[in-house]
């Protein structure tokens, strides 16, 4: 059974950094799984994301400022967050996809409880 703990929320000022970090039990592969946040509607968005190739991937919003990686040693994901913006104050989620026949599928996507990112003006 998957379970995820996240840490690492805070908050912050506009230009700061955070790093969130999500120790992974229960799964040990380096793909299919990443960093989500809570969009202003409902539901989630995609912040950063390994995928199937074990190669990351960025929503628009984050590209050239976050970072995902993962300590292979330590099992944990990590996010490392620069130049924050008051836009990117969010519940963070770290999630991890079923792994079938070399494909990430979310359906059954395990989701950690979150960890609050406040970034003020």
């Known amino acids: 059974q998957v379970q995820l703990q996240e840490s690492g929320g805070g908050s912050v000022q506009t230009g700061g950094s955070l790093t969130l970090s999500c120790v992974v039990s229960g799964y040990t592969v380096n793909k299919c799984l990443g960093w989500f946040r809570q969009a202003p509607g409902p539901g989630r968005e995609e912040v950063a994301y390994i995928d199937r190739y074990g190669s990351p991937t960025y929503g628009n919003s984050v590209k050239g400022r976050f970072t995902i990686s993962k300590d292979g040693a330590k099992n944990e994901l990590k996010l490392q967050m620069n130049s924050l913006s008051p836009a990117d104050t969010r519940m963070y989620y770290c999630?991890?996809?079923?792994?079938?026949?070399?494909?990430?599928?979310?359906?059954?996507?395990?989701w950690g409880q979150g960890t609050q990112v406040t970034v003020s003006s």
């Open positions: 999630a991890v996809d079923r792994l079938v026949l070399g494909y990430c599928v979310p359906n059954g996507r395990t």
